[in-house]
T-cell receptor
Framework: KAGVTQTPRYLIKTRGQQVTLSCSPI?????VSWYQQTPGQGLQFLFE???????NKGNFPGRFSGRQFSNSRSEMNVSTLELGDSALYLC???????????????FGPGTRLTVL | DAKTTQPPSMDCAEGRAANLPCNHS???????VYWYRQIHSQGPQYIIH???NNETNEMASLIITEDRKSSTLILPHATLRDTAVYYC?????????????FGPGTRLSVLP
């Protein structure tokens, strides 16, 4: 079974631009969660989608948004990029939504975004 | 904020057992303890999880104290490839719903 895939793996943008990152979950998984990882803040939860609906949302500004398609693939978008948005963006998929009592999340390799 | 505290770093000799402690003194009755690890430049990898009873799988063992206020992840025979940051996570519920909150973790260095 193929793992979680994320594209692109590396991305360089300039301040003020917008960016879209893509995540393909493990086949059969319907939940996709996004995380931001920086040296200073560590791993922080962005949002979770299940069956095309946003279920949970972390404490990030509205410039960060996402969506999920009917095939469970997900995209996240960051508008008006700031230098502080430079980070590793990780996607994780699971078979069940995070509200359940059991939730093993499988992480992708991440997209490393650099904002200049 | 994370509901767990872990030592920032630990060393372990190759071939010996690595015992990684985690304190979660405010855990509630229906919250699970999860362990993940992250090898440099990769996404976190699930290791094991448990509620009350001790658990074992092909990667590790999880020992949870009877009062559930702390736990220990045991890697029985550590190898150099086990060098990673290990995260102990208690699933939390906040205003947005339940999600995983990662703390800074423990950086385990397995030494030859």
């Amino acid at each position: 079974k193929a793992g979680v895939t994320q594209t692109p793996r590396y991305l360089i943008k300039t301040r003020g631009q917008q960016v879209t990152l893509s995540c393909s979950p493990i086949s059969g998984h319907r939940s996709v969660s996004w995380y931001q990882q920086t040296p200073g803040q560590g791993l922080q939860f962005l949002f979770e989608y299940f069956s095309e609906t946003q279920r949970n949302k972390g404490n990030f500004p509205g410039r960060f948004s996402g969506r999920q398609f009917s095939n469970s693939r997900s995209e996240m978008n960051v508008s008006t990029l700031e230098l502080g948005d430079s980070a590793l963006y990780l996607c994780a998929s699971s078979a069940r939504p995070s509200g359940g009592s059991y939730n093993e999340q499988f992480f992708g390799p991440g997209t490393r975004l650099t904002v200049l | 904020d994370a509901k767990t505290t872990q030592p920032p770093s630990m060393d372990c000799a190759e071939g010996r057992a690595a015992n990684l402690p985690c304190n979660h003194s405010t855990i509630s009755g229906n919250e699970y303890v999860y362990w993940y690890r992250q090898i440099h430049s990769q996404g976190p990898q699930y290791i094991i999880h448990g509620l009350k009873n001790n658990e074992t799988n092909e990667m590790a063992s999880l020992i949870i104290t009877e009062d559930r206020k702390s736990s220990t992840l045991i890697l029985p025979h550590a190898t150099l490839r086990d060098t990673a940051v290990y995260y102990c996570i208690v699933r939390v519920a906040d205003n947005y719903g339940q999600n995983f909150v990662f703390g800074p973790g423990t950086r385990l260095s397995v030494l030859p």
